[in-house]
């Protein structure tokens, strides 16, 4: 495998080794500080980041590889009318791999068509976003300590989040899942989602407008926040931004080993009174991201 466009790319054996070896990793970050000298990273984000592409820098730095890129497309030459395809075939003789963020789904597929270099796609609109799923796979493998058997609850904006699509599909391959999907009507998981992953693996899900009535049987919530820049009119962002609030108050009613996640950035769902639970992992998720990418890294450089 030479790119990483979808989590699917990746075979449950792939993800497997990925998990293990970023825990090797953590526990071992010396062995690794040498791995990637004398590489390069390329970063091109054509669309506003912190997590993704400060974690992807900060991994290829702690592999003792290097870093270029541009965290704006305003400052590079998509502004004068650059395609990608010509951006990556340019980036491609500057950098051994690239992670690439794009507002356009499909983009990194295009990306790949025109590079020989490794190409991750770091989020193309509302589509895909794998290396979060990564993020989240070693968050719930650490924290539960398993990835299957699990109920896991995926609420607000289910149709533009790009985060859950992916994360839906990396779920939906393991045993003993069920989902519970909240949202409001207007962000409904789509369709093609629900076909492909849950449904055509007779997936047992339910579909609610209620968090609260759910709380007390999920053992993963994965919090959203509710996309914005997707929508199509400011109007309807307003109406439905804050259709959910996560407060001690629900997190009462949750499991003692449930676990709260969130890709963040949060904006209003989640209640900062609710950070100091021990059940809130989104903090410890972000961490756990810079190492999943680290391994991920190796395996694309086929760094031993
Ligand atoms: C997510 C994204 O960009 O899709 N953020 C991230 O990568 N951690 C989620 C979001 O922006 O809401």
Redesign the pocket.
């Known amino acids: 495998m030479q790119h990483l466009i979808d989590i699917m790319d990746l075979s449950l054996a792939e993800i497997d080794e990925l998990i293990e070896k970023a825990k090797d990793i953590i526990a071992n970050p010396e062995k690794y500080q040498e791995k990637c000298r004398y590489k390069k990273l390329a970063t091109l984000f054509f669309e506003p980041?912190t997590?993704?592409r400060l974690s992807f820098e900060a991994a290829m730095m702690e592999l003792g590889g290097n870093v270029l890129g541009f965290s704006d497309a305003g400052s590079s030459s998509a502004k004068k009318g650059e395609s990608v395809a010509d951006t990556v075939a340019v980036v491609g003789g500057y950098a051994d791999i690239i992670a690439m963020?794009h507002p356009k789904e499909g983009a990194p597929v295009v990306a790949a068509m025109h590079t020989d270099v490794p190409i991750i796609n770091a989020?193309d609109g509302g589509h895909n976003?794998p290396t979060?799923t990564l993020t989240d796979l070693l968050t719930i493998k650490m924290e539960m300590g398993r990835l299957d058997n699990l109920t896991i609850g995926l609420c607000g904006d289910l149709k533009f989040?790009?985060?859950v699509h992916s994360l839906v599909a990396a779920m939906s391959r393991y045993t003993g899942i069920k989902f519970v999907l909240i949202s409001p009507e207007e962000l409904k998981l789509p369709s093609y989602v629900k076909e492909s992953y849950i449904k055509k693996n007779n997936i047992p899900y339910e579909q609610t407008t209620s968090l609260e009535d759910v709380m007390d049987k999920i053992d993963i919530l994965y919090m959203?926040?509710v996309?914005r820049e997707r929508f199509f009119n400011e109007e309807d962002y307003l109406r439905l931004k804050d259709s959910y609030i996560l407060d001690t108050k629900k997190m009462e009613k949750a499991k003692d080993d449930m676990i709260g996640m969130h890709?963040?950035?949060r904006v209003n769902e989640i209640s900062v009174e609710v950070d100091s639970d021990k059940r809130a992992s989104y903090f410890r998720q972000a961490k756990y991201g810079k190492y999943i990418r680290m391994a991920l890294i190796l395996k694309l450089l086929e760094v031993e």
């Open positions: 980041s997590r993704t963020r989020g976003h979060q989040g790009r985060t959203t926040r996309q890709p963040l950035p």
